[in-house]
């Protein structure tokens, strides 16, 4: 069904205006008997199917005090799950050569499963899913292993500088909000975490009434229909949980924290946009001028093709249920810290004062629109999209419209966007990396 | 156009699809020299184009490692007719996307593309192929930006560190002993002169491999290719030397100290790779065996000592079967707390011994198979992995063939041939293992701030 009408999709782009109300992409929708919303396309072209289910179960639903309880319970989804063991699940797993995944940031939790398409392999592979999605166990053995190998990753990052740098970054731009927590959490938090602590999060936050259920591959809709009520109606019951809270304004901070590296790791950024923000598409597109678009943009033109400073220089939205941070990012050694930093900022200021030029918006819109038919191009980015629309509760006809979204953004909407939107003095910063010795 | 002529598109689109979905690789030579392969697959109205050189860093010379690596960062300078930073703009303009990579055996350059803009792609590849123009200006920037990538890359990453140094002992003679991105002092002493003795030496077309997958016509493709790369003159090629690796004559052990928190364990065996496709069977049997040992949450080493044992955090197990040079069955691993990692190795050599004596059941073999099977098909989903697949085949002189016999050679192995291959590599005479000594992180007390402590900057 993908390649049934996605040639329709490159015609409709070079005539956009007439034809932006066709279907990119032929999603199915409905909700099941208990609430979970159902995301699913229908494509036969191979002989697998790519499914996912996600709750409002990320890190911002932890408490401070038990930073990390909402990984560790995706984590230990499937250390038993129930009549089968964790050996066992990883075995029948393997036997049917099918995959279980994880799907983990500030807002989502999930589970996703890539598996064959034929009879014995899909419905072994769902069974399993089903099972770790409705009755996972929590066992103690394993609950005291894995957040034992949590532990041990959260110490090695206190190593690696880009680690460093994004923990104090999140807490520099959203203080005490949720989305400040590490998604990990935290050494404290974790050792504050008991076993039981696991199934009441779970029974919680892993409810029909929140879930996102999304499909593609080789499947029947009548099919699709019957997975989806499967899983919707063994999952706990009771109301989705409360929506995150907005995060309130912050002061920003500078932080300079050492660590042995050669080089200086340095963030910059500020609260941005949600993903159903009305700023989205001028912001978005913007961003691809000023550090979105690779060799297109303005800081890797500013650090590294000019300068040299550095082998990446970036910015981006991260676009949350609430609104997630503007980060502008790059790496350089010791002595061009500072200069760097400066660039970045003087960089930034210079695009909020002035916006894009009218050539650069033309090439930022040429390289959106024209590379459309790669954002869809495997099952597995639709498979991203359909999470998207459904978590965020984005309009069915997201994808249908997105390229004239993104054609009909003006300089002035880009340049009023960021006014408003990105205030180069509120910008916090972080630097991690060897202390100038002066 | 109208609705109804899209739609009546749009079928025979889906038609084509499914004819073409399992379509052979369609193999050509122009008469410079250029190989173009092209894999037809039409689900979506995209198209990857990659150029393989082979030429990666095992083609270098000591003292100027790197430059393999360096001259791909070059290939984005600019030429007579496409000045510096015109490639990526005008792939970005009609909506590409592109980069490149160096590895040790190959130097590869790719574009994703809208499938009606592959001409554009072919245009600009073939120009920089013959045309290249290195300033001193533009090497003099490019080769910071380079070191800042070997910064990031390597010297702030322990257990790449460990790893460029661990290959460094295990080889002795073969290039494959020196890192990707060049040693620091190489690199500090590389000049723009030898980027253009690299680009001299080794770009031309028939050193090369054009690998196209994606919704296109073959005949369409290399009539494209005729037009763009078939003007490029050949080039006569240096002679290349084998270097082989003389046996290990006995166990190798380094410690590299690095500031980190964990320590890190690095083993590699020396082993063969695929060479004759019809008659190795080893490299076969060695994946199979790489797959029963940590293919899977439960499988024998995961469970043994991460699951049941808890002595390790991590570990994998990995080993390639294709290669220009000689191969390496490996195992990485990070203690749990409280295990050294003289611990954890004593425990990977009891498994290991375990499998060397005893064998791997029918049930754990047939689960390593499984995945096999299931991920061949699971590569489909995607035509840049299979232009990665294909171009590897073709730089490394494998016959393509290889990717539809793949599966039925590894489902051909025993559980015999997995037992045996593990008792003929995992041998201690032909083992290199490293150690990462973490060095603390913390600088001594005093008014500088710590970690976690606000501070003005």
């Given at each position: 069904m993908i390649t049934d009408l996605l040639p329709r999709l490159l015609l409709a782009l070079a005539a956009w205006t007439a034809l932006a109300a066709h279907a990119a992409l032929p999603i199915q929708h409905w909700t099941t008997a208990e609430g979970a919303r159902v995301y699913f396309v229908e494509s036969h072209n191979l002989p697998m199917l790519d499914v996912s289910v996600d709750f409002p179960a990320g890190s911002a639903y932890d408490a401070p005090d038990k930073a990390g309880l909402a990984r560790l319970t995706q984590v230990m989804l499937d250390q038993g799950a129930g009549q089968m063991s964790e050996e066992e699940i990883a075995n029948r797993l393997a036997d049917v050569g099918a995959e279980?995944?994880?799907?983990?940031?500030?807002d989502r939790a999930g589970v996703t499963l890539r598996t064959l398409s034929s009879a014995k392999e899909r419905s072994e592979a769902l069974a399993i899913l089903v099972d770790v999605l409705q009755h996972p166990h929590f066992p103690d053995a394993a609950f005291q292993r894995e957040r034992n190998r949590m532990l041990a990753e959260l110490k090695e990052q206190e190593a690696q500088p880009e680690d460093v740098a994004d923990k104090a970054f999140y807490r520099a731009v959203y203080g005490t909000h949720p989305y400040g927590l590490p998604e990990s959490g935290t050494a404290r938090g974790l050792n504050q975490v008991k076993q039981e602590d696991l199934a009441r999060f779970h029974a919680a936050h892993y409810v029909a009434a929140g879930a996102v259920i999304s499909m593609i591959g080789d499947l029947s809709r009548t099919e699709a229909e019957q997975l989806a009520a499967r899983i919707s109606a063994g999952l706990p019951t009771g109301p989705a949980p409360a929506s995150i809270a907005a995060p309130v304004a912050v002061k920003p901070e500078t932080l300079k924290l050492s660590l042995p590296s050669t080089q200086s790791h340095i963030l910059m950024g500020l609260q941005g946009m949600s993903r159903t923000d009305p700023d989205y598409f001028p912001l978005y597109v913007g961003n691809y001028v000023l550090g979105g678009g690779g060799f297109d943009s303005r800081l890797l033109e500013e650090e590294r093709q000019k300068r040299g400073y550095a082998y990446s220089a970036y910015s981006y939205f991260n676009p949350l249920v609430q609104p997630g941070p503007l980060e502008i990012g790059l790496q350089t050694r010791q002595e061009h810290t500072e200069d760097a930093l400066k660039v970045a900022h003087e960089t930034v200021q210079n695009f909020v004062a002035q916006g894009p030029t009218q050539a650069e918006l033309t090439q930022a819109k040429g390289n959106l629109v024209g590379g459309f038919p790669l954002r869809l191009d495997t099952n597995k980015k639709i498979l991203e999209y359909l999470a998207a629309i459904g978590f965020y509760r984005l309009p069915l006809n997201y994808l249908d419209t997105w390229t004239s979204k993104v054609q009909a953004v003006s300089l002035d909407q880009v340049r009023d966007a960021f006014r408003r939107r990105v205030n180069p003095d509120a910008l916090s910063v972080v630097v991690v990396g060897p202390q100038a010795t002066q | 156009m109208n609705i109804i002529s899209f739609f009546r598109w749009a079928a025979a689109g889906l038609f084509l699809a499914t004819a073409s979905a399992h379509a052979a690789v369609q193999d050509f030579k122009l008469d410079n020299g250029l190989r173009v392969l092209v894999q037809e697959d039409a689900r979506a109205p995209v198209v990857v184009s990659q150029v393989w050189y082979r030429a990666g860093s095992m083609d270098e010379f000591n003292g100027t490692t790197g430059v393999a690596h360096l001259l791909e960062h070059m290939m984005f300078q600019g030429t007579e007719k496409v000045p510096a930073g015109q490639f990526s703009k005008q792939i970005a303009a009609v909506g590409g996307r592109e980069n490149a990579f160096t590895n040790l055996d190959y130097t590869t350059y790719f574009q994703q593309l809208p499938k009606d803009q592959l001409a554009l792609s072919m245009k600009l590849e073939a120009d920089r192929m013959a045309n290249l123009k290195i300033s001193d200006e533009t090497y003099n920037k490019e080769i910071q930006v380079v070191m800042e990538e070997r910064r990031m890359r390597t010297e702030d990453k322990p257990q790449a560190m460990v790893y460029e140094r661990a290959m460094s002992v295990a080889y002795q003679e073969h290039p494959y002993r020196r890192p990707i991105i060049g040693w620091m002092d190489d690199l500090e002493h590389m000049t723009a002169q030898d980027a253009r003795d690299w680009y001299r030496r080794w770009y031309a077309p028939n050193n090369a491999t054009l690998v196209v997958v994606g919704d296109v016509k073959a005949n369409d493709v290399v009539a494209l290719a005729r037009e763009y790369f078939g003007p490029l003159p050949a080039k006569a090629l240096p002679a290349r030397k084998p270097q082989d690796e003389p046996e290990q004559k006995g166990i190798k052990r380094i410690n590299v100290k690095a500031p980190a928190k964990l320590p890190y364990l690095l083993m590699g065996w020396h082993a063969p790779v695929l060479r004759d496709v019809d008659r190795d069977q080893l490299p076969y049997?060695?994946?199979?065996?790489?797959?029963?040992?940590?293919?899977?949450?439960?499988?024998?080493?995961?469970?043994?000592?991460?699951?049941?044992?808890?002595?390790?955090?991590?570990?994998?197990?990995?080993?390639?079967?294709?290669?220009?040079?000689?191969?390496?069955?490996?195992?990485?691993?990070?203690?749990?707390?409280?295990?050294?990692?003289?611990?954890?190795?004593?425990?990977?050599?009891?498994e290991l011994d375990k499998v060397i004596a005893s064998g791997v059941s029918e049930q754990?073999?047939?689960?390593?198979?499984?995945?096999?099977?299931?991920?061949?098909?699971?590569?489909r989903d995607s035509g840049f992995y299979q232009a990665m697949q294909i171009g590897e085949l073709a730089t490394v002189g494998l016959p393509l063939r290889l990717l539809d016999e793949r599966v039925a050679k590894l489902r051909a192995v025993t559980a015999d041939e997995v037992k045996a291959a593990a008792a003929q590599i995992i041998q201690d005479d032909h083992l290199t293992v490293a150690v990462l000594d973490p060095q603390p992180i913390e600088p001594k007390p005093r008014r500088a701030p710590v970690p976690g402590v606000k501070n003005d900057y």
């Amino acid at each position: 069904m993908i390649t049934d009408l996605l040639p329709r999709l490159l015609l409709a782009l070079a005539a956009w205006t007439a034809l932006a109300a066709h279907a990119a992409l032929p999603i199915q929708h409905w909700t099941t008997a208990e609430g979970a919303r159902v995301y699913f396309v229908e494509s036969h072209n191979l002989p697998m199917l790519d499914v996912s289910v996600d709750f409002p179960a990320g890190s911002a639903y932890d408490a401070p005090d038990k930073a990390g309880l909402a990984r560790l319970t995706q984590v230990m989804l499937d250390q038993g799950a129930g009549q089968m063991s964790e050996e066992e699940i990883a075995n029948r797993l393997a036997d049917v050569g099918a995959e279980l995944g994880g799907r983990f940031d500030r807002d989502r939790a999930g589970v996703t499963l890539r598996t064959l398409s034929s009879a014995k392999e899909r419905s072994e592979a769902l069974a399993i899913l089903v099972d770790v999605l409705q009755h996972p166990h929590f066992p103690d053995a394993a609950f005291q292993r894995e957040r034992n190998r949590m532990l041990a990753e959260l110490k090695e990052q206190e190593a690696q500088p880009e680690d460093v740098a994004d923990k104090a970054f999140y807490r520099a731009v959203y203080g005490t909000h949720p989305y400040g927590l590490p998604e990990s959490g935290t050494a404290r938090g974790l050792n504050q975490v008991k076993q039981e602590d696991l199934a009441r999060f779970h029974a919680a936050h892993y409810v029909a009434a929140g879930a996102v259920i999304s499909m593609i591959g080789d499947l029947s809709r009548t099919e699709a229909e019957q997975l989806a009520a499967r899983i919707s109606a063994g999952l706990p019951t009771g109301p989705a949980p409360a929506s995150i809270a907005a995060p309130v304004a912050v002061k920003p901070e500078t932080l300079k924290l050492s660590l042995p590296s050669t080089q200086s790791h340095i963030l910059m950024g500020l609260q941005g946009m949600s993903r159903t923000d009305p700023d989205y598409f001028p912001l978005y597109v913007g961003n691809y001028v000023l550090g979105g678009g690779g060799f297109d943009s303005r800081l890797l033109e500013e650090e590294r093709q000019k300068r040299g400073y550095a082998y990446s220089a970036y910015s981006y939205f991260n676009p949350l249920v609430q609104p997630g941070p503007l980060e502008i990012g790059l790496q350089t050694r010791q002595e061009h810290t500072e200069d760097a930093l400066k660039v970045a900022h003087e960089t930034v200021q210079n695009f909020v004062a002035q916006g894009p030029t009218q050539a650069e918006l033309t090439q930022a819109k040429g390289n959106l629109v024209g590379g459309f038919p790669l954002r869809l191009d495997t099952n597995k980015k639709i498979l991203e999209y359909l999470a998207a629309i459904g978590f965020y509760r984005l309009p069915l006809n997201y994808l249908d419209t997105w390229t004239s979204k993104v054609q009909a953004v003006s300089l002035d909407q880009v340049r009023d966007a960021f006014r408003r939107r990105v205030n180069p003095d509120a910008l916090s910063v972080v630097v991690v990396g060897p202390q100038a010795t002066q | 156009m109208n609705i109804i002529s899209f739609f009546r598109w749009a079928a025979a689109g889906l038609f084509l699809a499914t004819a073409s979905a399992h379509a052979a690789v369609q193999d050509f030579k122009l008469d410079n020299g250029l190989r173009v392969l092209v894999q037809e697959d039409a689900r979506a109205p995209v198209v990857v184009s990659q150029v393989w050189y082979r030429a990666g860093s095992m083609d270098e010379f000591n003292g100027t490692t790197g430059v393999a690596h360096l001259l791909e960062h070059m290939m984005f300078q600019g030429t007579e007719k496409v000045p510096a930073g015109q490639f990526s703009k005008q792939i970005a303009a009609v909506g590409g996307r592109e980069n490149a990579f160096t590895n040790l055996d190959y130097t590869t350059y790719f574009q994703q593309l809208p499938k009606d803009q592959l001409a554009l792609s072919m245009k600009l590849e073939a120009d920089r192929m013959a045309n290249l123009k290195i300033s001193d200006e533009t090497y003099n920037k490019e080769i910071q930006v380079v070191m800042e990538e070997r910064r990031m890359r390597t010297e702030d990453k322990p257990q790449a560190m460990v790893y460029e140094r661990a290959m460094s002992v295990a080889y002795q003679e073969h290039p494959y002993r020196r890192p990707i991105i060049g040693w620091m002092d190489d690199l500090e002493h590389m000049t723009a002169q030898d980027a253009r003795d690299w680009y001299r030496r080794w770009y031309a077309p028939n050193n090369a491999t054009l690998v196209v997958v994606g919704d296109v016509k073959a005949n369409d493709v290399v009539a494209l290719a005729r037009e763009y790369f078939g003007p490029l003159p050949a080039k006569a090629l240096p002679a290349r030397k084998p270097q082989d690796e003389p046996e290990q004559k006995g166990i190798k052990r380094i410690n590299v100290k690095a500031p980190a928190k964990l320590p890190y364990l690095l083993m590699g065996w020396h082993a063969p790779v695929l060479r004759d496709v019809d008659r190795d069977q080893l490299p076969y049997a060695l994946q199979l065996l790489a797959g029963v040992l940590d293919g899977h949450d439960s499988a024998r080493l995961q469970k043994a000592l991460v699951k049941e044992g808890k002595l390790a955090v991590n570990l994998d197990v990995g080993y390639d079967s294709i290669a220009r040079g000689p191969g390496m069955f490996y195992l990485e691993a990070t203690p749990s707390e409280g295990v050294t990692v003289d611990v954890l190795e004593k425990a990977i050599r009891a498994e290991l011994d375990k499998v060397i004596a005893s064998g791997v059941s029918e049930q754990e073999l047939n689960r390593a198979k499984a995945q096999v099977i299931a991920s061949d098909v699971y590569q489909r989903d995607s035509g840049f992995y299979q232009a990665m697949q294909i171009g590897e085949l073709a730089t490394v002189g494998l016959p393509l063939r290889l990717l539809d016999e793949r599966v039925a050679k590894l489902r051909a192995v025993t559980a015999d041939e997995v037992k045996a291959a593990a008792a003929q590599i995992i041998q201690d005479d032909h083992l290199t293992v490293a150690v990462l000594d973490p060095q603390p992180i913390e600088p001594k007390p005093r008014r500088a701030p710590v970690p976690g402590v606000k501070n003005d900057y």
